[in-house]
């Protein structure tokens, strides 16, 4: 173990002596290297994080239940696979057909296979409340030959033998206070209907933590399910003596269309938001932790750059006594490797806690289940500390690149002064990204229009801000011509000497002043764009539902066609409009192949819909809206490139492969839905079977008051359903979820966070280097309190500049985004966000150097003249 340490170490740095020099060199500067320690170490723990679950997501999840006593657990597909690595998972279950457990039960080495269905039950006691499965989860009905999965034993009585027949696990007949010869409502969708119980049946292992189950005779059960000929999962009990990998390999081999699983991954069958939870958090945590790499890289760099301008002088002294390019690579990179050693081993630790925070805002937003177990191990320790060292070598060897190759007299004399003028490459580069970035923003929709542009548009900011970046010295030279007096005309004599210096040491002044326009761009096109999308989804959905009522399920588990038909019968009742939704997968041409992305759609019945549900249609009738039809927002029509009459491919919920025909283009598919189907095709396709609301209108001339109270009494009898206002009819679900905000605002603010450390780490360094230049101020006659006026004058011009840049590259990409998706020019811009923008720069940057001044000016004006430079 030690030799191979110690061959690494001689593969980083070639030589002992380079680490002794840079040792040496960090001693002497500590103040040089504080910075790039900083991020580095940042950089580490959010690295780590990423690993931690990444490494949870791969290997973890949670134990199965009920599938505990099943070697092997065979389901359908229940995801789409975009290529080798990336998947995106359908919203429903994927269900297998019935043969195929006789299929299965006849491999080699299967001592048995049972088929097992799930129906989601609402159980009401005799107090007429509702009891839940443990800490809130659902309750799951089964035929009882799938009790043998787990194993449950029947505790008390006897197992079901009639279609009112039940029995129930331990933990819910204790919480719904039965016992064997009770009577029990059960509710399936909408309908409540009694059972007797017979049966207590004991649950395997520690008990049921995520469900709670009610066992039915297997003919109900299946009655219950709606589908005779599907199941949703085989569960396969094993031959003595035959492993779990290898019976799994044979099921795989001589049964088509299926996906075993072993071990752990059973839960992921039998638990589909732990399955959904692995796959998102493998996902992003891979996707995020690539991009803080990136980002390190190029902070790194900078961090590094402003050091390596500090010590211009003697390195432009090592070049003029005779070091070669190469050992000023070598003496860099040796320094790089002792920094972000120390800082990857340091920002690991907290990494630690940041991966259970993270975890923690997972579970938030519904993405993760509570219960979700996390791996820390050693790997993702070790692989923070490789990215991290070698991204630091990275940016060093970037940063040392200029310096090594510059002539020893030129290298001399440029040490003296400030370089005036920025390299061509760098302006070159900077300045054709603006009209690029314009093309991709305004001119983005005439050529790729539709989803596809708003999307193109929210990420050309990165040209803009890499503009900002490579222009950031010449644009803040023009601000300073241009508001320098005006930002500083309050004090005439500390005003001056501010502008002299920032126009004397622009690039100082600009490494300050960039990253922190750089920073205010994302920041406000990240909540900017959010508030633009929202406010259109709100506004869509307020102007276009017009029902007086809706009708939504008190348990989340949905309203069952048969209430749509009792309401059909209330005296005076107008229009009924059922409302199922899922998410839905659309496959179209993209350039020479093609590309799958995920939309919210909802299921309608088209008789009498815009009087309850006004999608505003540019072209087609959705009356139309029947059998194998299919209406698309705008947007939408124009991602996929199509027209009304012609044919999409598109994959239901449930995996399911239709190729619908266009039979209307609407603007309204923020609020509602960018994909409208029939009613009973949605339906026919969900997991449960059942509506997520129905939208009531009343009659013209029926009186609101008593037509409310006979609505009431005709869902009386159904006890999960409730009647409520508009208020109760929630926007359409993004592709993501409606836990897709809190994510994007976790990963964000980690982003953002890093950058703000970057900006503050740049901030402290540039002033706090500038001790000998105070010192030469206070003694020729300036005070303490005439050099702190000089730095809030400097630090203004900092401030004004990185929100006048900052702010005007978010222009652009904001009106793409709206032109896009809403077809104004105008984005709707948050006053408190906007608020919080400006109050954080101006805290950060203001804050940053007045700390640093503080420091700066703390040693004697005598001794600091003579220290080192």
């Known amino acids: 173990m030690i030799r191979a340490i110690r061959r690494l170490i001689r593969l980083v740095v070639p030589y002992r002596k380079d680490l002794s020099l840079a040792w040496s060199t960090i001693k002497g500067r500590k103040g040089g290297f504080v910075g790039s320690f900083v991020a580095i170490a940042a950089g580490s723990t959010v690295i780590t994080a990423c690993g931690i679950l990444l490494l949870s997501g791969l290997g973890t999840g949670v134990t199965p239940e009920r599938y505990s006593g099943a070697t092997v657990v065979v389901g359908g597909e229940q995801s789409f696979w975009l290529d080798e690595t990336a998947e995106v998972r359908y919203s429903e279950r994927v269900t297998l057909p019935a043969d195929k457990v006789a299929a299965v039960a006849a491999v080699p080495g299967v001592e048995s296979a049972i088929g097992d269905v799930n129906v989601e039950v609402s159980v009401v006691n005799s107090d007429g409340d509702e009891v839940g499965g443990p800490d809130g989860f659902p309750v799951f009905g089964h035929g009882w030959s799938a009790a043998a999965l787990g194993p449950f034993t029947v505790r008390e009585g006897r197992v079901p033998a009639k279609a009112d027949e039940v029995v129930l696990d331990g933990d819910l007949a204790k919480r719904a206070d039965v016992s064997p010869g009770s009577t029990l409502r059960l509710v399936v969708g909408s309908v409540a209907s009694s059972y007797r119980v017979v049966g207590i049946a004991a649950a395997p292992g520690d008990g049921l933590k995520r469900q709670s189950a009610v066992f039915f005779t297997d003919d109900q059960a299946t009655k219950l399910f709606g589908r005779p000929d599907r199941v949703d999962a085989i569960g396969v009990r094993a031959e003595p003596g035959v492993p779990a990998g290898q019976l799994a390999k044979r099921i795989k081999a001589d049964v088509p269309d299926v996906v075993v699983h072993t071990g752990a991954e059973r839960g992921d069958m039998e638990f589909l938001d732990v399955g959904d939870a692995r796959s998102l958090v493998v996902e992003t945590s891979a996707s995020f932790g690539g991009t803080m790499v990136l980002i390190v890289v190029f902070v790194v760099a900078s961090t590094l750059a402003l050091s390596v301008q500090q010590r211009r002088r003697e390195l432009a002294l090592l070049r003029a006594i005779g070091a070669t390019p190469k050992q000023i690579h070598w003496m860099i990179g040796a320094e790089m ?37 996390m791996s820390v191990g050693f790997i993702p320790f070790l692989a923070s500390l490789v990215l991290c060292v070698t991204s630091a070598r990275l940016g060093g060897w970037m940063v040392a690149r200029r310096v090594a190759k510059t002539n020893p007299v030129e290298a001399l004399g440029d040490a003296a002064v400030e370089p005036k003028k920025l390299g061509w490459v760098r302006l070159t580069i900077g300045v054709l ?13 005439l050529v790729v ?56 040491h622009v690039r100082r002044l600009s490494t300050a002043a960039t990253p922190l326009a750089m920073g205010v761009t994302l920041a406000a096109v990240q909540v900017f764009g959010a508030s633009t999308t929202i406010a ?42 059922p409302v ?13 192949s093609t590309a799958t992305k995920v939309f919210a759609a909802q299921g309608v019945a088209p008789e009498r819909l815009s009087e309850n549900m006004d999608l505003k249609v540019i072209e087609g009738d959705l009356a139309e809206l029947r059998g194998e039809a299919v209406a698309l927002s705008r947007v939408v029509a124009e991602t996929v490139r199509t027209d009304r009459g012609k044919k999409i491919d598109l994959r239901l919920g449930d995996g399911t492969v239709i190729k619908p025909r266009v039979v209307a283009i609407y603007e309204n598919g923020l609020g509602f839905g960018d994909v409208t189907l029939p009613n009973d095709l949605v339906v026919a396709h969900t997991t449960s079977q059942v509506d997520s609301a129905v939208l009531v209108k009343a009659a013209d001339g029926t009186d609101r008051g008593k037509f409310a109270g006979a609505l009431r009494d005709a869902v009386e009898r159904y006890p999960t359903v409730e009647v409520g206002d508009r208020g109760a009819f929630s926007l359409a679900p993004g592709p993501g979820g409606s836990g897709d905000w809190a994510l994007n605002l976790l990963f964000q603010t980690l982003l953002l966070g890093y950058i703000a450390i970057a900006v503050v780490n740049t901030l402290v360094m540039a002033t706090a280097a500038r001790v000998r230049e105070f010192a030469m101020l206070q003694l020729i006659g300036a005070s303490r309190d005439h050099v702190r006026s000089m730095m809030n ?41 906007l608020l919080a923008i400006v109050a954080l720069t101006v805290a950060l940057s203001w804050g940053a150097i007045t700390m640093a001044t503080r420091f700066a000016l703390r040693p004697r004006p005598i001794d600091a003249i003579g220290g080192r430079e």
């Open 580 to 592: 199922a939704r899922m998410q839905v997968l659309l496959t179209f041409p993209s350039e020479d």
């Open 433 to 445: 990204l603006i009209p690029l970035g314009l093309l991709l923003t305004l001119g983005n929709p």
């Open 536 to 577: 259109a989804s709100e506004d869509q959905l307020e102007g276009g539902l017009r029902a007086d009522h809706v009708l939504t399920a008190s348990s989340g588990s949905g309203v069952s066609p048969e209430v749509v038909d009792a309401v059909r019968e209330v005296p005076g009742v107008g229009v009924v409009t």
């Open 337 to 373: 490797t002792l920094v972000s050693v120390a800082g990857a081993l340091v920002g690991a630790i907290p990494g630690v806690a940041l991966a259970f925070l993270m975890r923690g805002v997972f579970i938030l937003a519904g993405a993760m289940p509570a219960d979700f177990e």
């Open 449 to 504: 229009p539709g989803d596809s542009a708003a999307d193109t548009a929210a990420s050309a900011v990165l040209l803009f801000v890499v503009s900002v970046g490579c222009l950031g010295p010449v644009l803040l030279r023009g601000a300073i011509v241009l508001f320098g007096p005006r930002l500083n005309r309050q004090s005439k004599a500390h005003g001056f000497l501010a502008q002299a210096n920032a126009r004397a």
């Open 793 to 833: 004058g400097e630090a203004r011009i900092v401030v004004f500049s990185a929100l006048l840049f900052g702010l005007l590259a978010t222009i652009p990409p904001l009106v793409g985004m709206s032109q896009a998706l809403t077809r104004s020019s105008v984005p709707s811009v948050s006053p408190l966000g």
